[in-house]
Protein backbone atom coordinates (compact mmCIF):
# COMPACT_ATOMS: atom_id res chain seq x y z
CA UNK A 1 0.00 0.00 0.00
CA UNK A 2 1.39 3.08 -1.01
CA UNK A 3 0.50 6.19 -3.36
CA UNK A 4 4.01 6.51 -4.19
CA UNK A 5 4.54 5.98 -8.70
CA UNK A 6 7.15 3.98 -9.69
CA UNK A 7 9.44 6.57 -10.36
CA UNK A 8 9.02 7.92 -6.78
CA UNK A 9 9.74 4.90 -5.16
CA UNK A 10 12.72 3.91 -7.66
CA UNK A 11 14.18 7.89 -6.93
CA UNK A 12 13.88 6.89 -3.07
CA UNK A 13 15.33 3.65 -2.99
CA UNK A 14 18.23 5.02 -5.29
CA UNK A 15 19.18 7.99 -3.77
CA UNK A 16 18.72 6.77 0.03
CA UNK A 17 22.81 5.76 1.77
CA UNK A 18 21.32 5.25 5.10
CA UNK A 19 18.61 2.34 6.84
CA UNK A 20 17.59 1.95 9.92
CA UNK A 21 16.32 -1.59 10.46
CA UNK A 22 13.43 -1.95 12.83
CA UNK A 23 13.51 -5.53 14.33
CA UNK A 24 16.86 -6.78 13.20
CA UNK A 25 17.77 -10.07 13.78
CA UNK A 26 21.02 -12.54 13.18
CA UNK A 27 18.73 -15.59 12.37
CA UNK A 28 19.67 -16.28 9.30
CA UNK A 29 15.86 -18.04 8.55
CA UNK A 30 14.23 -14.03 9.30
CA UNK A 31 13.28 -11.68 6.49
CA UNK A 32 15.49 -8.93 8.34
CA UNK A 33 18.48 -10.61 8.65
CA UNK A 34 18.56 -11.15 4.51
CA UNK A 35 17.55 -8.15 3.79
CA UNK A 36 20.06 -6.37 5.90
CA UNK A 37 22.71 -8.47 4.11
CA UNK A 38 20.90 -7.52 0.86
CA UNK A 39 21.22 -3.56 1.63
CA UNK A 40 24.83 -3.63 2.96
CA UNK A 41 25.86 -5.46 -0.23
CA UNK A 42 24.48 -2.98 -2.61
CA UNK A 43 26.31 -0.16 -0.59
CA UNK A 44 23.74 1.14 1.76
CA UNK A 45 24.89 2.07 6.00
CA UNK A 46 22.57 0.03 7.81
CA UNK A 47 22.18 0.76 11.54
CA UNK A 48 19.61 -2.18 12.96
CA UNK A 49 17.70 -1.83 16.03
CA UNK A 50 17.20 -4.54 18.39
CA UNK A 51 17.27 -3.94 22.08
CA UNK A 52 18.02 -7.64 22.68
CA UNK A 53 21.06 -7.97 20.46
CA UNK A 54 24.18 -6.34 21.10
CA UNK A 55 25.12 -6.59 17.13
CA UNK A 56 23.30 -7.70 14.35
CA UNK A 57 25.79 -9.25 11.35
CA UNK A 58 28.46 -7.73 12.70
CA UNK A 59 26.82 -3.95 13.09
CA UNK A 60 26.57 -2.43 17.23
CA UNK A 61 22.99 -2.18 17.46
CA UNK A 62 20.57 0.34 18.42
CA UNK A 63 17.82 0.65 20.99
CA UNK A 64 14.96 2.52 19.34
CA UNK A 65 15.25 4.25 16.06
CA UNK A 66 15.81 7.77 18.25
CA UNK A 67 19.05 6.56 19.24
CA UNK A 68 20.48 6.36 15.88
CA UNK A 69 23.43 8.67 15.32
CA UNK A 70 22.27 9.84 11.89
CA UNK A 71 19.13 11.02 10.05
CA UNK A 72 18.08 8.06 7.89
CA UNK A 73 16.94 7.89 4.99
CA UNK A 74 14.74 5.20 5.09
CA UNK A 75 13.29 3.47 8.29
CA UNK A 76 12.52 -0.34 7.25
CA UNK A 77 9.97 -1.59 9.92
CA UNK A 78 10.12 -5.47 11.11
CA UNK A 79 7.79 -5.76 13.77
CA UNK A 80 4.24 -6.24 14.69
CA UNK A 81 1.50 -4.02 13.17
CA UNK A 82 0.62 -3.62 17.30
CA UNK A 83 3.71 -1.72 17.73
CA UNK A 84 4.08 -0.47 14.03
CA UNK A 85 2.53 2.94 15.22
CA UNK A 86 5.28 3.48 17.74
CA UNK A 87 7.93 3.00 15.52
CA UNK A 88 6.56 5.33 12.82
CA UNK A 89 5.89 7.79 15.24
CA UNK A 90 9.80 7.95 16.31
CA UNK A 91 11.06 7.83 12.52
CA UNK A 92 8.77 10.91 12.37
CA UNK A 93 10.55 12.50 15.23
CA UNK A 94 13.89 11.70 13.10
CA UNK A 95 12.51 13.35 10.12
CA UNK A 96 13.41 10.12 7.94
CA UNK A 97 13.18 10.15 4.05
CA UNK A 98 10.89 7.29 3.92
CA UNK A 99 9.08 4.92 6.39
CA UNK A 100 8.68 1.50 4.69
CA UNK A 101 6.56 -1.12 6.96
CA UNK A 102 7.76 -4.60 5.53
CA UNK A 103 5.15 -7.33 4.30
CA UNK A 104 1.85 -7.84 6.96
CA UNK A 105 3.15 -5.21 9.40
CA UNK A 106 0.11 -2.91 8.77
CA UNK A 107 -1.04 0.72 10.90
CA UNK A 108 -3.62 2.79 9.46
CA UNK A 109 -2.39 5.08 12.34
CA UNK A 110 1.06 5.56 11.16
CA UNK A 111 -0.22 6.04 8.00
CA UNK A 112 -1.85 9.24 8.86
CA UNK A 113 0.88 10.49 11.16
CA UNK A 114 3.48 9.74 7.79
CA UNK A 115 1.04 11.68 5.66
CA UNK A 116 0.55 14.63 8.72
CA UNK A 117 4.44 14.56 8.75
CA UNK A 118 4.66 14.71 4.70
CA UNK A 119 6.93 11.85 5.04
CA UNK A 120 6.76 9.14 2.29
CA UNK A 121 5.20 6.02 3.74
CA UNK A 122 4.80 1.85 2.33
CA UNK A 123 3.12 -0.28 4.05
CA UNK A 124 2.79 -3.64 3.94
CA UNK A 125 5.27 -4.57 1.10
CA UNK A 126 8.61 -6.31 1.10
CA UNK A 127 11.90 -3.90 0.16
CA UNK A 128 13.67 -6.25 -1.59
CA UNK A 129 11.20 -8.00 -3.84
CA UNK A 130 10.20 -3.85 -4.91
CA UNK A 131 13.59 -3.22 -5.51
CA UNK A 132 14.29 -6.30 -7.49
CA UNK A 133 10.18 -5.21 -9.32
CA UNK A 134 11.70 -1.75 -10.62
CA UNK A 135 14.83 -2.84 -12.13
CA UNK A 136 17.33 -1.25 -9.41
CA UNK A 137 20.93 -2.68 -9.55
CA UNK A 138 23.60 -1.97 -6.86
Do not use: H
Amino acid sequence: MTNLTDDQLKSLLTGAKTVVIVGASNKPERASNGIMKFLMKNGYTVYPVNPVEKEVLGVPTYDSVAEVPVKPDIVDVFRRSDVAAEVVREAIGREAGLIWLQEDVITEEGKRMAEYANIPFVMDRCIFKEYLRLGITG
